[in-house]
Nanobody, 123 residues
Framework: QVQLVESGGGLVQAGGSLRLSCAAS????????MGWFRQAPGKEREFLAA????????RYADSVKGRFTISRDNPRSMVYHQKKSLKPEDTAIYYC????????????????WGQGTQVTVAS
């Protein structure tokens, strides 16, 4: 089992940057693909980015490509989500998730979810 705890959310001005962190506990973090998602009020949870177990390959949603970056630190069991050029429409709860199957992240059906962290972008 994997427990995930996100941190780093908060209020940021439009155009600013923010880095979210996700700490994983449990066994064999490096055997899981990791992903970041968000859910805005009244909308479905949306896939943003995924990174494979070894960190050598990433995948991004078209809506955030070029602005968002995912990375991981396997020895520290951490995954990160760097955002730049933030817009008010980026306001949402951001979640990290884990699954041993990479495609489940892309399809928003991972096995493990964090509790989420709120990001608010002020105009």
């Amino acid at each position: 089992q994997v427990q995930l705890v996100e941190s780093g959310g908060g209020l940021v001005q439009a155009g600013g940057s923010l880095r979210l962190s996700c700490a994983a506990s449990g066994r064999m973090f490096s055997s899981y693909a990791m992903g970041w998602f968000r859910q805005a009020p009244g909308k479905e949870r949306e896939f943003l980015a995924a990174i494979i177990r070894g960190g050598g390959s990433t995948r991004y949603a078209d809506s955030v490509k070029g602005r968002f970056t995912i990375s991981r630190d396997n020895p520290r069991s951490m995954v990160y989500h760097q955002k730049k050029s933030l817009k008010p429409e980026d306001t949402a709860i951001y979640y990290c998730a884990a699954d041993q199957a990479h495609h489940k992240l892309v399809h928003v059906t991972p096995e493990y979810w964090g509790q989420g962290t709120q990001v608010t972008v002020a105009s």
